[in-house]
């Protein structure tokens, strides 16, 4: 499976994203810098790690959304490429308007870094079909800015799409997000943006593995279109 990881200044979980996609892959993942205009050729993968971009200026994942290489991402999206963003990426995703919605500050107003308890609402997709549908797993969130906000008919339309991928599971919603909403899903199904990293849960000595079978899902997909 061929990857890239978008490296915009600020951004500080890529490391933890570029060990997640060796371990399921054996390869190593492209590191492009956001002033590139033009990704690799014959990708299966495109990643927006985590961190603060541009330091969060404006909104969160504003600026990135507006980097040269973005204009590249939105293309393969729409090409079909999946693409997956994670936390500040997951933000930069909505904020390009490849995700609707918006990432607001959290309701407490303060940073929170902790361990949630994630429910996957749909295990259909190319990024999650090796979890069982509604399976709860431990996943760690990091964020300021995670509390997922959009219109009810927009809402009413991810739940009614199957777009709802993750969901906050048994009171432990660290941030206000409507709905409970973790993750969601763009219309054609190859864009996945969620505030939880589940690059940081691939390894026992991370204490779990439960975010392993999200890039196992991803590179078993891309390895069937391969075949």
């Given at each position: ?50 961190g603060f ?25 729409e ?80 739940e ?6 993750f ?13 409970d ?17 589940p ?20 590179a ?8």
């Amino acid at each position: 499976m061929k990857s890239a990881v978008i490296l915009f200044p600020g951004t500080n979980r890529e490391r933890d994203m570029i060990a997640a996609l060796k371990k399921v892959t054996d390869a190593e993942p492209a590191i492009v810098w956001h002033a590139k205009t033009a990704l690799p050729d014959g990708l299966d993968l495109i990643v927006l790690p985590g961190g603060f971009s541009y330091g969060d200026y404006l909104r969160a994942g504003a600026i990135s959304a507006r980097s040269p290489i973005m204009r590249d991402v939105v293309h393969r999206a729409e090409a079909g490429v999946p693409v997956l963003g994670v936390c500040n990426g997951f933000q930069a995703l909505c904020e390009a308007g490849l995700l609707p919605g918006v990432l607001m500050r959290n309701a407490s107003l303060k940073f929170v870094c902790r361990e949630v308890r994630l429910e996957i609402v749909n295990a259909q997709t190319a990024f999650t079909h090796l979890y069982r549908p509604s399976q709860v797993i431990r996943c760690p969130v990091a964020h300021h800015d995670g509390n997922y906000f959009a219109d009810e008919a927009t809402l009413d339309r991810l739940e009614a799409e199957s777009r709802v991928v993750f969901r906050y599971a048994q009171g432990s919603n660290p941030n206000g997000s409507q709905r409970d909403i973790a993750g969601i899903i763009n219309e054609a199904g190859n864009v996945l943006g969620m505030m939880p990293h589940p690059e940081d849960l691939t390894d026992p000595l991370h204490g779990s593995t439960d975010g392993l079978a999200l890039f196992q899902s991803i590179a078993t997909t891309a390895q069937e279109k391969a075949a």
